[in-house]
């Protein structure tokens, strides 16, 4: 079993930056796939970035060149510094685990999420 407790969310204008964190329990968190991902209002949740052990990572095209996931296995926590947010970023962020390597885009292969932190972008 595996908790996920997100933090860092807050309101920014355009243009700013935040830095999301998110702490995991367990002492196998090497060995897991992390996984942001984020919901609008009246939005599905949507993938964002996702890294495994070795810090390989993927993003959703929407971030790329903007957001950067990374992982501190000491510390069994992920971060996803966001800079140059903009108004269309506003959504609650999640992150996710699921073990193993690949570096998974949808929420359903994700087994264990946070309760989320919202971001808020105003322009």
């Known amino acids: 079993q595996v908790q996920l407790v997100e933090s860092g969310g807050g309101l920014v204008q355009a243009g700013a930056s935040l830095r999301l964190s998110c702490a995991a329990s367990g002492r196998t968190f090497s060995n897991y796939v992390m996984g942001w991902f984020r919901q609008a209002p009246g939005k599905g949740r949507e993938f964002v970035a996702a890294?495994?052990?070795?810090?390989?990572?993927v993003y959703a095209d929407s971030v790329k060149g903007r957001f950067t996931i990374s992982r501190d296995n000491a510390k069994n926590t992920v971060y996803l510094q966001m800079n140059s947010l903009k108004p269309e970023d506003t959504a609650v962020y999640y992150c996710s685990a699921r073990d193993g390597i690949i570096l998974h885009v949808t929420s359903t292969e994700y087994d264990y999420w946070g309760q989320g932190t919202q971001v808020t972008v105003s322009s």
């Open positions: 890294i495994r052990s070795g810090a390989s990572t």
